[in-house]
């Protein structure tokens, strides 16, 4: 039995029956990560060494109503942007000069992000470390939002001001259904119930079908 470590350990070690603890594996793995492919402030690949470097089992880009495919590309050095020129220096040294694609618009340098399928052609190591395809379902304006694992095709964010409850089957239900047509299992989970409007304890009792929510983040 494999299990993965990554939500509410409570819920978790409900699932485990007492006999086959001496069987499960346990795999450390972050869930709900960001990048420059949305409201992250680091490239994908410096994300995604650190996590390899340091012990983890697996981690998911969960970029917000995004996959993180086609053409994206951000500004190299500017003022207010994340990717200055020493973060730049950086990658090329850890990744070599020919790594980046760079293009220059309007005077400007830009670096192409690279897509999940690059950098799991990269990173991914069998038995070792794993990138698993990830989208943050995101309510536009507040709560609530839910990472999904292992997702196939974007889910759009609910608009703003939608009911949680509702909006929370709608993720759910909406999930199911590609999980049937991609023959392909996904996993939910329910994103800091803290923030903004925050989702009550009530409210997730109430959601049919949700099983994992995050504990801290």
Request: a negative charge; charged letters at 25%; hydrophobic letters at 35%.
């Amino acid at each position: 039995m494999k299990k993965c470590l990554f939500v509410s350990i409570t819920t978790l070690l409900l699932a485990v029956s007492p006999s086959a603890w001496s069987e499960a594996q346990w795999y450390k793995g972050a869930t709900h990560v960001h990048s420059l492919w949305s409201d992250g402030n680091g490239s994908p690949e410096i994300i995604a060494d650190w996590y390899k470097s340091h012990g983890f089992d697996f981690m998911s880009f969960s970029e917000h109503n995004i996959l993180m495919e086609g053409e994206k590309f951000v500004d190299i050095g500017q003022p207010k942007g994340h990717l200055n020129e020493e973060r730049f220096q950086d990658l090329q040294k850890r990744f070599g000069d020919d790594w980046p694609v760079v293009r220059e618009v309007d005077g400007k340098r830009q670096m192409r992000l690279k897509t999940l399928v690059e950098l799991s052609a990269h990173f991914n190591d069998p038995g070792k470390f794993l990138l698993v395809p990830a989208e943050e379902m995101t309510t536009h304006g507040g709560n609530p939002h839910m990472n999904v694992l292992n997702v196939r095709e974007v889910v759009p964010g609910a608009a703003k001001g939608s009911d949680h409850i509702a909006t929370m089957h709608t993720y759910l239900n909406t999930i199911e259904a590609q999980k049937a047509k991609h023959d392909t299992p996904m996993l939910v989970h329910l994103n800091h119930p803290n923030y903004a409007d925050q989702v009550t304890t009530e409210e997730m009792i109430a959601v049919r079908g949700l099983r994992y929510f995050e504990v801290y983040n």
